[in-house]
């Protein structure tokens, strides 16, 4: 079993840039892909980026392409989301979880699992 731990979430203005981490504790935590969902009020979780083991392949959601960038360190166990433009839209509680199911469907919650308790991530106007 992995445990997760987000932090780096906090209050910008639009335009700004944030750094995520997830700090991930176990021995299996390199063998896995790993994935960043968020989640606003009122609204379903949804997909932002996956990276697979080797952090190599990466994919990531419409909204976010071009702007966000996950990446891994193994040797760290931790898993970042680089975060750049952001925008008001962007709000919303992040969290990340490792994947346990069929990679080609990534962008699903229930592959997933071991996810943390998120961390707040607020872009004003």
């Known amino acids: 079993q992995v445990q997760t731990v987000e932090s780096g979430g906090g209050s910008v203005q639009a335009g700004g840039s944030l750094r995520l981490s997830c700090a991930a504790s176990?021995?299996?935590?390199?063998?896995?892909?790993m994935g960043w969902f968020r989640q606003a009020p009122g609204k379903e979780r949804e997909f932002v980026a996956y990276?697979?083991?080797?952090?190599?392949?990466?994919h990531y959601a419409a909204s976010v392409a071009g702007r966000f960038t996950i990446s891994r360190d193994n040797a760290k166990t931790t898993v970042y989301l680089q975060m750049n433009s952001l925008k008001p839209e962007d709000t919303a509680g992040y969290y990340c979880?490792?994947?346990?199911?069929?990679?080609?469907?990534?962008?699903?919650?229930?592959?997933?699992?071991?996810w943390g308790q998120g961390t707040q991530v607020t872009v004003s106007s």
């Open positions: 979880a490792r994947m346990v199911g069929a990679p080609y469907n990534y962008p699903s919650p229930r592959q997933y699992d071991s």
């Open positions: 176990g021995r299996t935590f390199s063998g896995y892909a």
């Open positions: 990276t697979d083991w080797s952090g190599v392949t990466t």
